[in-house]
């Protein structure tokens, strides 16, 4: 029977995801090949490759605005070395918002190469809140902020208004919400939160913001080189490239974006309104900050754990358990997640209060 799958990423991708991506390793396209030994320069995964950016593009309400769609690989991480190098001058200085672990290892890699000012941290706190209260000095080369804090379970509910560039990491909520993404120079995301499978990264890329960094740029950490390439500097992953883009189609024949975030609301209300009603249960995110995404919550009294364990696996819920950096437990309600399985989760914490 298929679980209810709360993992934090890789994750739940929409069962059509999953039947579509099985039937092309039998037979892509009815070519007689598998996607996974097709060609990359062959005309049916070109044709993918262009689809999957354009798609992109188009549910960010970005096309025809001057921005580019990548898919790179090496994951979230390696943006965080990709974004200096493209974008901060030599001799420069980037501003940095610290609101968890994935924000914090981009601040390392800046500090590589130029001066990286912290401009406001939640880590004295566990990183339980979205630092508010904070300028972004005007001579900076850009911005970065982490959209979603995948592990502490807190959210950007506004972006600063700032003159500079806004880079922003969106691994775990791109695709989930209407935001005017016209506002960020740059947005990437590894694609297994939400997007697809492992091995992908979606980077979306204003072109006029690239090239003004002096720097030499390895060609496979170059931006405008897979720009130029369209996407195919090198091999790019195939078959994690095909199943993101059929994840994009679901999400496109749903309604796109502003249909998911209607549903990705009502999960939210759905598990937050319990965490707050039952007794056995606190959340551990500041309640203004809290993800829709990734839900963090502990048990009042680590007792119950057994027992709540054992409830829930027996309802069919896998990957819950949370962070090892916060503990207690993290229901990850990605796009794909139902609204259903929420509501399975919800009916194993009123029963947990039951048996208690
Ligand atoms: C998971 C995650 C990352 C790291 O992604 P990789 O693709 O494993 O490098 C970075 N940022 C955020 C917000 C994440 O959730």
Same mark, same amino acid.
């Given at each position: 029977m298929k679980k209810h799958n709360y993992s934090a990423g890789p994750c739940i991708l929409p069962q059509e995801v999953f039947d579509k991506s099985a039937a092309a390793i039998l037979?892509?396209?009815?070519?007689?090949?598998s996607i996974l030994e !097709?060609?990359?320069?062959?005309?049916?995964? @070109?044709? @993918?490759?262009?689809?999957?950016?354009? +798609?992109?593009?188009?549910?960010?309400? +970005?096309?025809?605005?001057g921005y580019q769609a990548l898919f790179m690989h090496g994951g979230a991480s390696l943006?965080? +070395?990709? @974004?200096?190098?493209?974008?901060?001058?030599?001799?420069?200085?980037?501003?940095? +918002?610290? #609101?968890? #672990?994935?924000?914090?290892?981009? !601040?390392?890699e800046a500090k590589h190469f130029g001066e990286t000012l912290v401009v406001a941290s939640s880590k004295d706190a566990n990183y339980s809140f979205i630092p508010k209260d904070y300028a972004i000095p005007a001579d900076?080369?850009?911005?970065?902020? #982490?959209?979603?804090n995948t592990i502490f379970g807190t959210q950007m509910k506004s972006f600063p208004e700032t003159g500079v560039p806004v880079v922003c990491d969106m691994s775990s909520d791109i695709f989930s919400r209407t935001l005017d993404f016209s506002k960020f120079d740059l947005i990437y995301a590894g694609a297994q939160k939400n997007m697809g499978p492992a091995g992908a990264t979606l980077v979306v890329v204003k072109e006029e913001s690239l090239g003004k960094t002096g720097r030499t740029i390895p060609s496979?950490?170059?931006?405008?080189?897979? !720009?130029a390439a369209e996407s195919m500097y090198n091999t790019p992953s195939v078959f994690p490239i095909y199943a993101s883009l059929l994840t994009l189609q679901w999400l496109k024949n749903l309604g796109g974006i502003p249909a998911i975030e209607k549903i990705n609301e009502q999960k939210a209300a759905l598990l937050y309104t319990e965490i707050d009603r039952n007794p056995l249960f606190k959340g551990t995110?500041?309640?203004e900050d809290r993800s829709t995404m990734n839900a963090t919550f502990l048990l009042n009294d680590e007792s119950n754990a057994p027992l709540f364990d054992e409830l829930w696996k027996k309802a069919g819920i896998s990957g819950l358990p949370g962070h090892r950096s916060v503990g207690g437990y993290r229901a990850s309600m990605y796009n794909a997640l139902p609204l259903e399985s929420v509501q399975v989760l919800v009916d194993v914490m009123k029963e947990l209060e039951t048996k208690v």
């Open positions: 037979d892509f396209n009815n070519s007689g090949l !097709i060609s990359h320069r062959s005309k049916d995964f @070109v044709a @993918v490759m262009d689809e999957a950016r354009a +798609l992109a593009l188009e549910l960010l309400g +970005l096309e025809g605005k943006e965080f +070395l990709m @974004v200096p190098y493209n974008l901060m001058k030599s001799n420069g200085k980037a501003a940095y +918002l610290d #609101t968890g #672990t994935w924000a914090n290892n981009a !601040i390392k900076v080369d850009y911005f970065h902020c #982490t959209s979603n496979m950490l170059d931006y405008q080189k897979h !720009i995110a500041n309640v």
